[in-house]
C-alpha cells in the first residue's frame, strides 16, 4: 500500500502532466513543505524581473545551449544529462539515464536534464 506521501507525488504528477499546475498550487497551498519536500517543486519561481545574471551564468547557458545544438544530430529523440556545458550520459529512457547516474554517483553533481527532439 502506498504511502500519503507517494499518493500525493502521484497525484502531483498527473495533475501537471494534464498542465494543471496552478490548480495544484492551490491545492497543496497550506502543506508544510519542510515535511515533504518535494513540494518545494510547486513553489513559484523566484526569478527577478531585470536582475542581473549571476557571473559566470551567461557563459555556462551559452555552452550549454551550444551542446544542446550540437546534441541534435548525435542524440536526436534521447533525454541527455549535462554537467556544465558537457553531455555527461544519454539514454532513450529518461528512468534508466537517472537510474544509471545514481549508481554511478553522479546525481549529486549540478545536473540539467533535456530531452533532444527526435526531428
Known amino acids: ?16 502532466g494534464e498542465g494543471k499546475l496552478v490548480a495544484l498550487r492551490e491545492a ?5 513543505s519542510s515535511k515533504m519536500p ?29 551542446a544542446l545544438k550540437a546534441a541534435r544530430t548525435t542524440h536526436a529523440g534521447q533525454w541527455v544529462a549535462l554537467h556544465g556545458g558537457t553531455i555527461v550520459d544519454a539514454d532513450v529512457s529518461r528512468v534508466a539515464l537517472h537510474r544509471r547516474l545514481e549508481s554511478q554517483g553522479r546525481l549529486g553533481d549540478e545536473l540539467t536534464f533535456a530531452r533532444i527532439p527526435p526531428w
Open 1 to 16: 500500500m502506498a504511502s500519503l506521501e507517494e499518493a500525493f507525488q502521484r497525484l502531483a504528477g498527473m495533475m501537471i
Open 28 to 32: 497543496f497551498s497550506g502543506m508544510d
Open 38 to 66: 518535494w513540494l518545494r517543486v510547486l513553489e513559484p519561481p523566484r526569478a527577478t524581473p531585470g536582475a542581473k545574471a549571476a557571473p559566470g551564468s551567461e557563459d555556462l547557458f551559452r555552452a550549454m545551449n551550444a
